[in-house]
């Protein structure tokens, strides 16, 4: 300390503050080389020297400075500066370097990165120095500055202000209300009555209580009538524990806060920090860390456990706020999740569901998360067609359900789902009497699972129309994640069962086109007879992950009859309710629809098991999943309608549109296969894409920005000799291009490149193959590109990370001329070494592969198959178990690589393996480059490598067609060998 001009004598009192704050912690204090304690030693110098100076108000210390702006300038400025998660301090153009290093000044105070452990004991020096006296707020060492807020001794307009707009002038409110001036300590209840008071005497502001649904918590807004100032304050009346929820509920508060213009930050230690600059629109953006930034600043600086400081503003400039909770310091670790639940946001939830729940008595919003389940629901009664058609209050004995989602999913994307299949069974006495219902879905599942759901809703035109052509006359709409199931039309039933009292039943049935097959085979059943088996249930989606279901339906309209349905109260697994379908009961139902199930008389049958329908609930729902092939879809116009959207056959899900086009047979369309952008694994495949394998020397953690514009490569060259595969242009070296086609046409490096597993034993192909496999046929070993990725410190725009960016260039399916079915061609001109597209399908073991080839042999899966094996690296692995010898396989679920063709020998395509998210070579993603200048309509073409003679290679030989002169699968032509022992 001595060295910075500062002795013991001045020290040892603020040492022993800061001790006492810290309980006797003395790592904090001697973090950085006691720079707290310095820190405080110049505040205090300065403070001595600003209150003996005469100065102007704004010439505190983050304004003493010479170069300090003009006070107009400063009055515009946002209030806070410190970024703590960037370890970079803002500064003000009128801030003062910090007194002892320029060093310092740039760093982080207190506070922000670890200091965030104890945001709040600075600003508690502070008060207690305020409380005991010992100081005045001006001059305190640790003021509101520490926190990265400038202070309104700095803004002596907003001190009027703020007297002013807090009716402090009212000599009423001011008696009654504390005051609330900068650096007055002031907890939460303190503030609310202040406000409370200040409301109630000022007739132009109005004050708002709301529920957080959290803990008890409140929220409180303060409004001004012409909305230019409005603030909120929330209050936690109990423990804030962690959790992930209460952190995305924040998050979506601090998003699409109901302030239009507001910003703020959440911190990791359960604060908030509500900065709102009237007229500055917003532009948050939440980062990975749960933090929101915005707007070029942000307050990263808690205060403290209590509320410091209220500045209402004024039009123009900055409002803060700062939002607290209660809570224990001892607890202040666990804490890393801010205070505040939401409202359902739009991006959530249909409008008319919106409106539902937001209806006040709908107890949906203001109450805590377990008291929601099974409260009473209004249901809505929405004409799809028509959607002005009047909302009618239903029958309240009924229920919402709501089921707690898959752990660690987000709650913004919790309900957007569209699963494989919802079936309503209803039931009446009446014939034609329409149901009214919701049903709204939710799902569990992986996150692979998660994400597919989100597709298929990014395309609600395409679930819409098809939802017409397979309902045309009840027209129930399917909406992001909701189906309005309304008016369906209880006609064309039959009963079946002389037991139950006379109930109807019709079934209206949604899908996504994950269920093309179910959605036909169900449509009919819904106008057939209820003898015919109404759900056909599988309990597993493509990727063995189950899905579930969360259904709640209305009872009939009032004063309807309400059906009776079949009770068998003797059959186990009976799903009995008072009336509500409860998460028990739920969970039943979907237990229930893993195995086929068939319908009787009302009650939704299960392996012999009845489940009963409630008493009132006119409806009741199985959901299915589905794992659809092909080959079950039943040919005719429904196929046909139900087939890939012509404009787009990714159905939004690239980047750019992927129309196709049949200029030859106009009557032929592509087989149907699901659209999937990104691979997926199918079930046993062994794929871990966790952070925590991903190790130092697999990123480059230390990047920023563009890895191709460092001095040096980085480490994620490390595995191709320290050279990045891609040029600045974001094209593959001609080095890697040509190592390709070389290995394509260069007999002697084949030869040195085709490598082979020690016995037929040892080679996943073989020894899938026979259980007395024979001598491996070799594999190619590939050379691997390696992309950047996450937790690689450089952005999306690196110019190693070029396949995950996905397509960008212009692209067509267009069937052949030469009876090669479909095939890809490009619209636009491309040099050598554009990144065309990858290859996406699922990703299943080699052994599943065989299994599903044998299973279709035989049946008409149609003349083309799609897998490709990954076995880019198995030479270099000995005893590869079958879980990791992996392939793709886009029969079911693919990209637009799937329309690739081959072609011999000269291919326009080269296939390179690209590592991105996953250190081990097991599993690669394979993409495609052009080998050469490629011209625009041009087909683009790969060679497969196949080979023309193994029949019983996974992966089917076929008549090329190719045309090419070096055609070596064309009839009559058969192929001389081109890679001598190659298994693929
Ligand atoms: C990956 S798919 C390519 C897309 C396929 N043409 C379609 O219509 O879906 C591979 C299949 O296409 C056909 N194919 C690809 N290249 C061919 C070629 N050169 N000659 C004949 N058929 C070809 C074969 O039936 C092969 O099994």
Redesign the pocket.
Known sequence: MEELGLDRKSINPILRELLKVYNNEWSYIEAENYRLLADQAFEQQEAVVTSKTPASPRQTRGSVSSASTSSAEKGKKPICYVDSMSSETRTTKDEKPRAHSQEVAARPLVGAGRGSAKPDLLAKVKTEKEADGTSEPVSTPLDVEHAGIRPMRDRPELLKNEETKLGQSSPAASAAAPSLSPGKKIDAQTLEETLRRVASTNPEMSIETRSTGVDNGTLLIVSEPDKKATFQAIKDNGNTKPDAEKMELANELAKESLLPSSSSTIMNNGHQIVERSVHEPASDKIRGDGVVMSGGHSCPKPIGDNIQWFNPGKDGESVLLLLADNYSEDEEDELNVPIKSVEPQSGNYEPEVLDLIRKPDSGLINKPREDRQQQPLESIKTDPVNEESPKQPLDKDFCVEELEPAVGTPERIRPRFILGKVEVAAASDEDSQPISGLIRFEAEGTPATLKRGIADLEEPTHLKRMKHDMEPEAGPSLQNGFVSCNEVSLKDVTQDNDDCPRPSSAAAVFSSDDTKKNLTKTESTSRASSKRSLITADSNNSAGTRRKLIISVSPSPEGSPVGKPCVNNDVSGSVKTNGCLSTANLLELEAATTTPMSKTNGAVTSGGSDLSIPENVMAAIAVVNTVIHPDEFEDGPARKKLAHCPTDISRGTERLPIPYVNEYNSDTI??LFKYIPVNTTFQDAYVNFSLARVGEEDCCGGCYGDCLKAPYPCTCTRETGGVFAYTKDGLLKDEYLQHEVDSLQNEELKEKLVTFCQSGWDCPIERAKSNFPENCKGHLSRNFIKECWHKCGCSMECGNRVVQRGITRNLQIFF?Q??????LRTLEQLPPGAFVCEYVGEIMTNIELDKRNHAQKGESVG????PILLDGDWCSEKGLKDEEALCLD?TNFGNVA??????CFDANLIDMPVTIESPDRHYYHVAFFTSRAVRANEEL?WD?KIDFDDNEHPI?A?????KSPFCR?SSGKKAKKVIKKTSC
Not at 818 to 823: A, D, I, P, T
Not at 898 to 903: G, L, T, V, Y
Request: with cysteine; proline share 3%; glycine share 14%.
């Open positions: 592509p087989s052949t030469e009876g090669k079915g479909w095939g003349a083309h198959t799609y886009a799937r329309f690739i063709n081959h072609r073409t497969y089917e076929f008549r090329c067609l190719c699968g």
